[in-house]
């Protein structure tokens, strides 16, 4: 459409106004006056915000600012590609320009969303007027790189026109597309440290910060307590993420209520416990430092004395459903899981069904195209339905109905559950009911069609929650 010749283009022969230079430090006007332009496209630098150099920091700081010159309070935790989107908005502003980026993933999901385009809804009226939805880009280079993209066309000027939302399988024609490229109403999912409903909190695992000196494998769990036959009663199962799914064996010294007497008498805990102590002596973190005073404990400790949901942190995008399960408190749920103390079965229920697996799906951040649950965002902001007695009963009936297909394959690991080729029948069966059971609960169930419009549905609930 922008050129219907056909055109021998490449390589150039002719003058094309190349301007080399920080596009970010670059007064854009310089190069064409906004008068003279019709389309900005381009596909700026991948660059996350923790890999980025204090320069580029700086770029991002001095150009993601609000009226009165000062940086937004997010700016230091967005992606380097977000700054050619500050950019065009502002050059758009009383004009027909519009502009596509092919970007990064990662600022339509999790915490950036609201760090990014917040600020260009609220101070520069932007509306995205087509979208393509995450997908993997191959490099062309000897060296494979796969990176995970979006497409974005946004432009300030009014458009009645609908909206074109471009997947791998289909492009739709819809009335809004939202900063998570869905079609819903413009919301913003804010980190927060409570959840908009009344439910059990949600924390993360403990810390350990050892150098490795609390753990052991089987073989090294064998070896050790062989040697130090008393510290036996001071050894727990643990779990990290890779050891739930898993059912990976995994333990760690748990020395909560030792005395300095038995301590002593265990000279092979007592070599452990001196090199964290050290160890954490080294750190240049003051925090860390100070924590080599206590250097038995975990430097962060969150074990509950109760039952609880373990929820792991990043799991796999091909899985369905995360898995999730209740936990024995004697089990030491480490940092790379979320945990849930004194949540029941009706929790377990919602909480593994389509409906919340729908909102972590759009709103959660990613490692790669992989999920990475976060309790800030996606626990604490997650809308719950207001079941009848009935309808929580009836949860709780299908919840426990997934547990008892669990366990009738007590060899498999999680993992081996959850796979989508792998799938017991009866499990997969459990869940479908679990689905249709919260479905209900919320009244969606012969109402909504796709996972769009459940997604739509609750992110209307979450304006409600939150006004």
Not at 124 to 150: G, M, Y
Not at 444 to 458: D, R, S
Request: with cysteine; aromatic share 12%.
């Amino acid at each position: 459409e922008i050129l219907p010749a056909s055109l021998d283009f490449l390589p150039l022969k002719s003058y094309a106004n190349i301007v080399e230079g920080n596009a970010l430090r670059t007064d854009w006007e310089s190069v064409v006056p906004k008068d003279r332009l019709n389309y900005i496209m381009g596909n700026p630098p991948f660059v996350g915000y923790s890999l980025q150099t204090p320069e580029q920091k700086q770029d991002i700081l001095s150009i993601y600012v609000d009226e009165k010159g000062k940086p937004y309070k997010t700016a230091g935790k967005i992606d380097y590609v977000s700054g050619w989107y500050f950019k065009a908005a502002e050059l758009m502003q009383n004009t027909n320009i519009r502009t596509a980026f092919v970007s990064t993933n990662s600022i339509t999901q999790g915490e950036q969303v609201a760090g990014v385009w917040k600020p260009l809804y609220e101070r520069f009226n932007i509306h995205i007027d087509f979208a393509h939805r995450t997908f993997r880009w191959d490099s062309e280079a000897s060296i494979k790189a796969h990176v995970h993209c979006v497409i974005v066309g946004f432009s300030t000027a009014i458009n009645s026109k609908p909206k074109q939302l471009y997947s791998a399988e289909r492009v739709q024609l819809v009335e809004n597309i939202n900063a998570y490229l869905i079609s819903a109403p413009n919301v913003f999912v804010e980190s927060r440290s409570k959840s908009i409903c009344n439910i059990p909190q949600m924390a993360k695992g403990s810390i350990p910060v050892d150098d490795g000196n609390f753990f052991f494998d089987d073989e090294e769990y064998a070896e050790f307590i062989a040697k130090e036959p008393l510290s036996k009663k001071y050894v727990r199962k643990f779990y990290g993420a890779r050891e739930y799914l898993h059912n990976i064996n995994r333990w760690c010294l748990w020395l909560e209520s030792i005395s300095p007497a038995e301590l002593k008498s265990m000279p092979n805990v007592m070599q452990r416990i001196t090199a964290i102590r050290d160890f954490r002596l080294k750190s240049t973190k003051e925090a860390t430092r100070k924590y080599a005073d206590f250097p038995t404990r975990f430097m962060e400790i969150r074990q509950p004395k109760t039952e609880y949901i373990l929820f792991p942190s990043h799991s796999s995008e091909n899985r369905k459903y995360i898995p999730i399960g209740f936990v024995q408190p004697d089990i030491i749920c480490g940092n790379a899981n979320l945990l849930i103390p004194n949540a029941t079965l009706y929790h377990f229920g919602v909480l593994t069904s389509n409906v919340h697996m729908a909102w972590v799906r759009s709103v959660c951040g990613r490692i790669k195209s992989d999920y990475r649950y976060s309790n800030d965002i996606v626990y604490n902001n997650f809308p719950w339905p207001n079941p009848t007695d009935e309808q929580k009963k009836k949860i709780e009936e299908t919840a426990q109905a997934i547990l008892d297909a669990r366990a009738l394959y007590p060899d498999c690991s999680l993992a081996d559950l959850y796979d989508e080729v792998t799938m017991p029948p009866e499990l997969r069966k459990a869940h479908q009911q679990n689905d249709k059971a919260v479905m209900q609960a919320y009244g969606f169930w012969g109402k909504l069609n796709t996972e769009t419009e459940c997604v739509a549905e609750l992110m209307k609930k979450y304006q409600e929650l939150t006004k």
